[in-house]
């Protein structure tokens, strides 16, 4: 299981050894998510940011506008494979390279990255755990410089078992072989208090496991791996079953995705529109506690 992690999650310290790697390539995934409360998150670019500082090679990619389908019913539904295709090659990464990816902002942007990589079938993704703040604080460098790499031909393979739509999450309600996980926080999954996205609540059946649990609230460094086991296991999730995350909008989702492949639950998928979808349409059951 650490031989897991470690290809999962890098520390600023092996990443500044590798920065001349030519099998790697990195991503600043800075997105700024603000909660709105109802309907989907305000979205600033990191873009800015990106260009006052950002780790030696990397580029910067948008959560919304590139790494999200411009033409979907909803925010940030998963882009269509010739999206990621045109976009990895023109940045010159290939399917061979080792992608590591990092924000300024919160890691939940940063795995819903991840999760589009995997989703499109990209293996080698890995994340700086801490981020960039751990890297400043680590006193690596920072540079202005825009990094320029020979473009590629990048080829993505959708991966069907990580992506599931409403009439998967309508079948798992009743199915015990599979575990419906929400993301939220839990006065969210209680229907009591935050953001929601046309009716407070959760989808029937479902079980909490709030995404901003997983990650340290100051370092933003994740939990151990003992820690996340027993948040899953508390929550009733059993590690024979098939693990469907889901949010509002498919991105704290992400983070219980990618802690679900950090403890080894490699059987999940993510329910990409979630509740974006789910409780705005009147046919589809919702439940709360309010």
Known sequence: MAKRRSELLVEPQWLAEHLDD???????CTTYMTAQPTGPSKIDSGLPDYRK?????????????QMSDPSGEYPYTLPKPGQLDALFSKL???????????????????????????????????LLDGGFARWESEGLPVVTEVPAYE????????????????????????????VLVNSLGR???????????????RIPGSVSVPAAELVDPKTHMY?????????????????????????????????????????GHEDWALYDNSLLEWSTRAELPMESDA
């Not at 030519?22 to 600043?28: C, G, M, T, V």
């Not at 500082?53 to 948008?62: M, N, R």
């Not at 006065?187 to 009716?199: D, E, I």
């Not at 996340?228 to 995705?257: L, M």
């Open 151 to 178: 473009p590629t031909v990048y080829r993505s393979r959708f991966d069907p078992r990580r992506y599931v739509d409403r009439d998967d999450v309508r079948a798992a309600i009743d199915d015990d072989a599979t």
């Open 223 to 263: 939990q151990s791996n003992d820690v996340i086991e027993k948040a899953f296991a508390e929550a009733g999730v059993a590690p024979t079953q098939r693990a469907v995350t889901y949010c509002g909008g498919g991105i704290a989702a992400s983070t219980d995705a990618f802690a679900l492949e950090l403890i």
């Open 92 to 126: 010159g990464i290939g399917n061979e390279h080792r992608v590591i990816l990092y924000a300024r902002s919160a890691p939940m942007t940063v795995t819903r990255v991840w999760y589009v990589l995997r989703a499109l079938g990209h293996q080698q993704v890995s």
């Open 53 to 65: 500082g950002h780790i030696p090679g990397a580029q910067h990619v948008d959560m919304v506008t």
């Open 187 to 201: 006065n969210q999954f209680a229907g009591t208090g935050g953001a929601h996205y046309g009716r407070p609540g």
């Open 22 to 28: 030519p099998d790697i390539r990195i991503l600043d």
